[in-house]
């Protein structure tokens, strides 16, 4: 049995004999705080939305019974965070103002900050967090933070950090963070280093479909779209997300497979759009890129980057606007929000390959050159998928 089948398993099983004590001792608040998290950490393994359904009901569950306790309000602003649910997560921190004074409280308060466009809040924020103590998820949220500034060696130097400060059972995690410098490495189109550092995540943690997920990227970016494709079916198969079918959909068009792709694509903005229509939030991005790059409905583009933006206007949102706005022949206020994403400091070639063109649109040509050159320099290869969650 690979590590993630058994992983999943195991946890499972946990969940099943929680479930049984907690019915038997209902009032049992430690058992049921326990079956939350199982039930998290089982919702992270599949994505499944159902899953996620299930760990919501048990936190309802328990708040209604015994009220706003710290553990279980900082699991669901874990779980709000998740989907984007900006606005709950400032409630889960409010009802239970311990969490302030937490490390996990305080550096949920950061990613706060970075959604909503405080970067340099965010990452003081952290950085005394670690001064503090080097928790491996708080040097990796400033990895993170460092690698979209574009200090990439800083960056890995931090992911390295986080590696270093796991326990030999954590191979998950570990798993997890070669996913991400995999991925940093990609994006300044360092495609040997990325293949690497996939190749170390599918040794540590064999079968999860995540690293399958970010090879495929990886194989799209190489050009060759016959074994990403096939990757990525694979990937469908065992985690049918909407975000996938869109990356799939994407590939076979640039394999020049269109009859293909049409099922695909038109099953993901079926599935955007219901999860929209039902008052979730989490989607809205992918609505916006769907409707500007392939659905040929840029005012619906614009539609939904709005919203996006109302949410958590930061360099990635305000991009996506100015984008969808560009399409829409607006081009005078989208290069208002590309400006607005650049002066953020962001340094990531998707960005500044869109600022090429819509400064080239307003008669910027210097500037558009310049964008043009950077973003070519910082990734060669980049092709503007939609693969990530």
């Given at each position: 049995?690979?590590?993630?089948?058994?992983?999943?398993?195991?946890?499972?099983?946990?969940?099943?004999?929680?479930?049984?004590?907690?019915?038997?001792?209902?009032?049992?608040?430690?058992?049921?705080?326990?079956?939350?998290?199982?039930?998290?950490?089982?919702?992270?393994?599949?994505?499944?939305?159902?899953?996620?359904?299930?760990?919501?009901?048990?936190?309802?569950?328990?708040?209604?019974?015994?009220?706003?306790?710290?553990?279980?309000?900082?699991?669901?602003?874990?779980?709000?965070?998740?989907?984007?649910?900006?606005?709950?997560?400032?409630?889960?921190?409010?009802?239970?103002?311990?969490?302030?004074?937490?490390?996990?409280?305080?550096?949920?308060?950061?990613?706060?900050?970075?959604?909503?466009?405080?970067?340099?809040?965010?990452?003081?924020?952290?950085?005394?967090?670690?001064?503090?103590?080097?928790?491996?998820?708080?040097?990796?949220?400033?990895?993170h933070w460092t690698g979209k500034m574009g200090a990439l060696e800083e960056a890995d130097r931090l992911y390295q950090e986080a590696e270093e400060g796991l326990t030999a059972?954590?191979?998950?995690?570990?798993?997890?963070?070669?996913?991400?410098?995999?991925?940093?490495?990609?994006?300044?189109?360092?495609?040997?280093?990325?293949?690497?550092?996939?190749?170390?995540?599918?040794?540590?943690?064999?079968?999860?479909?995540?690293?399958?997920?970010?090879?495929?990227?990886?194989?799209?970016?190489?050009?060759?779209?016959?074994?990403?494709?096939?990757?990525?079916?694979?990937?469908?198969?065992?985690?049918?997300?909407?975000?996938?079918?869109?990356?799939?959909?994407?590939?076979?068009?640039?394999?020049?497979?269109?009859?293909?792709?049409?099922?695909?694509?038109?099953?993901?903005?079926?599935?955007?759009?219901?999860?929209?229509?039902?008052?979730?939030?989490?989607?809205?991005?992918?609505?916006?890129?769907?409707?500007?790059?392939?659905?040929?409905?840029?005012?619906?583009?614009?539609?939904?980057?709005?919203?996006?933006?109302?949410?958590?206007?930061?360099?990635?949102?305000?991009?996506a606007l100015a984008w969808a706005l560009f399409k829409n022949g607006e081009v005078g206020e989208g290069l208002e929000w590309i400006r607005l994403a650049l002066s953020s400091g962001v340094k990531d070639?998707?960005?500044?390959?869109?600022?090429?063109?819509?400064?080239?649109?307003?008669?910027?040509?210097?500037?558009?050159?310049?964008?043009?050159?950077?973003?070519?320099?910082?990734?060669?290869?980049?092709?503007?998928?939609?693969?990530?969650?």
């Amino acid at each position: 049995m690979n590590s993630y089948d058994f992983e999943l398993a195991k946890t499972r099983k946990d969940i099943a004999a929680l479930e049984a004590i907690w019915q038997r001792e209902p009032r049992d608040l430690e058992k049921g705080t326990r079956l939350a998290y199982r039930r998290y950490h089982q919702a992270s393994l599949t994505e499944s939305e159902f899953d996620f359904e299930g760990v919501e009901q048990t936190i309802v569950a328990i708040i209604r019974d015994f009220g706003p306790r710290e553990d279980i309000c900082l699991l669901k602003a874990n779980l709000d965070g998740r989907f984007h649910r900006l606005e709950q997560v400032k409630q889960d921190l409010r009802v239970c103002p311990s969490l302030a004074r937490r490390h996990a409280g305080r550096a949920i308060a950061a990613d706060l900050d970075f959604q909503e466009g405080r970067y340099e809040q965010a990452r003081v924020a952290w950085e005394k967090l670690i001064e503090e103590d080097r928790t491996w998820d708080t040097l990796a949220r400033l990895a993170h933070w460092t690698g979209k500034m574009g200090a990439l060696e800083e960056a890995d130097r931090l992911y390295q950090e986080a590696e270093e400060g796991l326990t030999a059972k954590e191979l998950l995690s570990f798993a997890w963070l070669e996913l991400q410098r995999g991925a940093l490495a990609l994006s300044w189109g360092r495609l040997g280093e990325a293949k690497i550092h996939y190749q170390r995540a599918a040794r540590s943690f064999s079968g999860y479909w995540q690293t399958d997920k970010y090879m495929a990227e990886l194989l799209a970016a190489e050009g060759d779209f016959e074994q990403a494709i096939r990757l990525l079916k694979s990937v469908v198969s065992r985690a049918p997300k909407p975000e996938f079918k869109q990356a799939l959909g994407e590939i076979l068009m640039l394999a020049g497979r269109k009859e293909e792709a049409r099922p695909w694509s038109g099953a993901a903005v079926e599935a955007f759009l219901t999860s929209a229509r039902g008052g979730a939030v989490h989607f809205y991005h992918h609505l916006a890129d769907w409707y500007a790059d392939l659905g040929g409905e840029p005012a619906q583009a614009v539609q939904w980057a709005r919203r996006d933006v109302l949410l958590r206007s930061n360099f990635s949102t305000q991009s996506a606007l100015a984008w969808a706005l560009f399409k829409n022949g607006e081009v005078g206020e989208g290069l208002e929000w590309i400006r607005l994403a650049l002066s953020s400091g962001v340094k990531d070639a998707r960005i500044f390959a869109r600022a090429s063109i819509l400064f080239d649109a307003a008669g910027e040509a210097a500037q558009g050159d310049y964008y043009a050159h950077v973003a070519s320099e910082m990734n060669p290869y980049g092709r503007d998928l939609h693969v990530h969650s």
